[in-house]
Each structure stands twice: as structure tokens, then as C-alpha cells.
């Protein structure tokens, strides 16, 4: 609801603004949370962090799909102004034109992000340079393995995907990250207290002046002087 509410303010402030999206069971409160507020999305442009390879738009586990299902179909976003990787051609040709419509329309006014238990970002997998931009990437075995969930086989997981570098992640204006539940403490200490790293990519984000984390309890729960729940 907190982070809700976070997008909310940022909507209120600037109509148009330009709003970077996540996708991931953790969001998913989120989307709901934002449709029962009823407000309009109307003039906003959206971005999101990435995209499977191999999975065209009207692929139930495409996050095309994801998003217009649990959210974009909702509340009434022109499909002009949303903006998602193109998973189903060339990968060449899609991070170009999704480079070009992040010049064009950028920068971001406000990126979401999740949290993966390997301290990814997007898809910017440990070892993702924080110089990156948006290209394609090779999924880690952790990620892999947790979003098998949403496949029928962890082998119809899709291998590779496009995603916004971490450079680009670090261009929005203002970032908002949410992690819940325990299997994200280790990568929520290490990006919050952890040395900055390629092996974490969430620490990048201490290069950035204005990053909010959202935390349940049991997220929270291996920082230095939380308690445990
Ligand atoms: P999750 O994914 O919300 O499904 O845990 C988060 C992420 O991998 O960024």
C-alpha cells in the first residue's frame, strides 16, 4: 500500500509523468492497491524494466501480458504510451527501439523495482556492469528457478532477456524498491549494508540521491539492529 501510495504522490505531482514498471509475484499487491484508487493513468508514459526473449506479447507469461492483465487494461492506459521490450523479434532491433523511445520520452520520473534473491535489478544478473544500458542478458540458474513458478517446467523458462542496464535503472529521477518475505533478507542487507559490488547489483543503488526501500518485516529482518521476526 506504501508504495501504492508513493506512485500515487508522483501522479498527483505531475500527470505525465513517466512511470518505469516491474513485474514479479511481490508487484503484484501493488497493481491491485493502485486499480482501487481509481486514478488516471491517462497522461502517464510507462516503461518497463525488461522482457523474456522468445515470449511474444500475447504469451501468458510475457510481462506484455502480465502488465496489461493486473494493470495497464485497468486503468486505461493508451497502449501508445506503454512501453515494454519486444521479446518476439530480433533482440537487436527491440533494444534499440526501446533506447530510442527512452531517449525520446525520458527520463524517468519515477522507476519500481523488485528485488531478486541473487540482488538483481531488472534482469542486470550478478556481474551486470553499472554501466549498462539496456541489452540482453543470459538468466542466472537463482532466476531461472524462481520464476519457474509461473511456467509449467523450469525448462520452458525462457533463457535470456531484454533489460534496462543499470545505468538506465540509475537515470530515473526518483526510485522506489519493494522486497518482502525472508528469501530476499540476505540481498536486501547486502544492497542496504553490503560493499558496493558487480556480485550484488541492487548496491548500485547507493550511487543514487534519492532511492526509497519498501520492507516487510521479514525482508528487513538481516539488517544490522532489526530484530527478528
Ligand atoms: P518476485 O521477483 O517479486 O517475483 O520475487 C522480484 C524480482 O525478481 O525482481
Redesign the pocket.
Known amino acids: 500500500m506504501h508504495t501504492a501510495t508513493l506512485i500515487a504522490e508522483q501522479v498527483h505531482l505531475k500527470s505525465s509523468s513517466v512511470i518505469g514498471w ?7 499487491g501493488v497493481y491491485r492497491s493502485l486499480r482501487d484508487m481509481n486514478l488516471s493513468f491517462q497522461h502517464t508514459r510507462a516503461f518497463n ?1 525488461d522482457e523474456y526473449i522468445g515470449l511474444p506479447a500475447a504469451h501468458p507469461q510475457s510481462y506484455h501480458h502480465y502488465m496489461r492483465h493486473n494493470f495497464f487494461d485497468h486503468v486505461g492506459m493508451p497502449e501508445a504510451q506503454c512501453h515494454i521490450p519486444d521479446g518476439g523479434c530480433d533482440p537487436e532491433h527491440a533494444i534499440a527501439k526501446y533506447e530510442a523511445l527512452l531517449a525520446a520520452h525520458g527520463p524517468i520520473d519515477l522507476q519500481l ?5 541473487n540482488g ?3 534482469f542486470n544478473e550478478p556481474g551486470a556492469s553499472f554501466n549498462g544500458t539496456v541489452h540482453k542478458t543470459v538468466l542466472s540458474p537463482t ?1 531461472i528457478e ?2 519457474a513458478r509461473y511456467f509449467e517446467a523450469s525448462t520452458d523458462v525462457p533463457r535470456e532477456a531484454i533489460t534496462m542496464g543499470i545505468k538506465t535503472i540509475l537515470s530515473a529521477r526518483k526510485i522506489v524498491l ?4 525472508h ?2 533478507a540476505d540481498a536486501v542487507a547486502e544492497m542496504i549494508e553490503g560493499v558496493m559490488s558487480i556480485t550484488c547489483p541492487a548496491t548500485a543503488l547507493q550511487l543514487h540521491d534519492d532511492v526509497t526501500i519498501v520492507l516487510d518485516s521479514a525482508a528487513a529482518s538481516e539488517l544490522q539492529g532489526c530484530e527478528p521476526s
Open positions: 516491474a513485474t514479479g509475484g511481490t508487484m503484484l524494466l523495482l523488485g528485488l531478486g534473491k538483481h535489478i531488472g532466476t524462481a520464476n519493494l522486497a518482502c518475505g528469501a530476499k
